[in-house]
């Protein structure tokens, strides 16, 4: 009789490591409270004072005011995953960077049960600390799972996103519910709740995460991560330190031209542009250069589908609630409930996506991860014909269908399916190993970036409309997708091939690796 000697962190779940599951549990809790409460946020804010139903009072804050701290908050809680990879990085590894994110978070959203609007701002910045260590770390954790070549990263990255979205679907069909029936604090409250369930769940599923996510700057494999001397280093190189200068100045124009704000976020941007300037000059080969470089350069593709992408919990929000005819046999939708379209069509969409480009890969097919992302942009870009047909309803008759809804979150959901989880994936494959967690973090401010346009693109509306707004969207996300996809062979090039012999392994495979690495 055969002997199952596989280690707990070793067993698979349907093809994949049980560990992956146990950071989908996880991450599916988080998402959760996060997409609950945003979700509410704008909605909240722009409630009046009084209140208007049985939800209670709320802020009184103008659709502009709201949509702006809305775009801050955002991209603050995505921003933040740099710092919270460079804590992982230098000082305690992910896994217990996960870890003290989830117990943040869990304080945070209690905190946010209270009404006073001092527990309103620390509740809320409570809740971005906390997804900055928790969210770059939790992803890079996930790649961990695989070794180099695996073909099932990518599958095991879409089974992780619908984890993801599980969340934003259960949060955007009963947070609205509870909300309804208990008021806006109680779906605050309602997020701590599961975030609190995440939290045991990770606790408890330490068994097989025991060989990821764990202290690795004093191995003797890894360099020691110096964040300091790199920035040392760039006091020494002239042209390095002009460019900086620039960026600089750059940040100090912002702060006097636009808002204090805006003046400290391109003084962090400029710190962030610095370090990724010397760990450039930093890496000693000119392939993992090269594919550093590409790195970066996909972060654009990820700011330019999230500026438009988080139209979902801003201005189309709004426009939910104002001009859609949410009435379905005899029942007015609540307008959070339409947040669910989106995570309902992942689930829906997710394996199936990952099973198509899987094949295609097999099938020595265009199947690379600068493709699918690219194509991703202008998927979710005529997504946004469909809110033009809205605008052009409403124009008309004073009310738009919800249909047009539907069908621009299923086509969001589907180039969505062709990016996100595929960024994840690609960064785990050509970010620098003793960077990893850093550049997961770079990618989710390149994502927090994209949340921030989104917030100014849905305040532009006030002045334009929301018809020029969708239009102008819809073109902008298709040409800058069709030019990726021109740009495809020379950005694949800086890849090294990173991507053209991946093959399915399983746990047997995985052991070998581990013994030839010991």
Partial sequence: MAVNTLKPHQKELWGQPIGLYILFLTEMWERFSYYGMRALLVLYMTTSTLGDDARGAGLGWTSQEALALYGWYTMLVYVMSIPGGMIADKLIGQKKAVLYGAIILCIGHGVLILTDIWAFYTGLGLVILGVGLLKPNISTMVGGLYKEGDIRRDKGFSIFYIGINTGALLATMVIGAVVAKWG?????GLAGIVMLLGLINYVFGQKYLKKVGNFVSSSKDVDEVSYVKLYSKLLSSPKQLLIVGILFLSSIYGWYTLEWGFGLLFLFLTAIAALLIMIYKELDSQIFKDRFLVLLLSFIMVIIFWGAFEQAGGLMNLYTESK???VLLGWTIPTVMYQSLNAGFIIIFATIVAGFWAKRKLKGKEASSLFKMALGIIIMGFGFLFMVFAAMEFEKSGTSSMIWLVLAYLFHTIGELCISPVALS???????????????????????????VAGLVGESASHYGEYAVFSGILIFTVIMGTLFILLLKPLKRLTHAAEDNERIMHSDEAEGFELADN
């Fill in 184 to 188: 806006w604090h109680a779906g605050f």
């Fill in 426 to 452: 690609f960064i785990t494959k050509l970010a620098p190993v003793k960077y990893a967690s850093l550049m997961m973090g770079v990618y989710f401010a390149a994502t927090g970036l994209g949340n921030k």
């Fill in 324 to 326: 859609t005819d949410r």
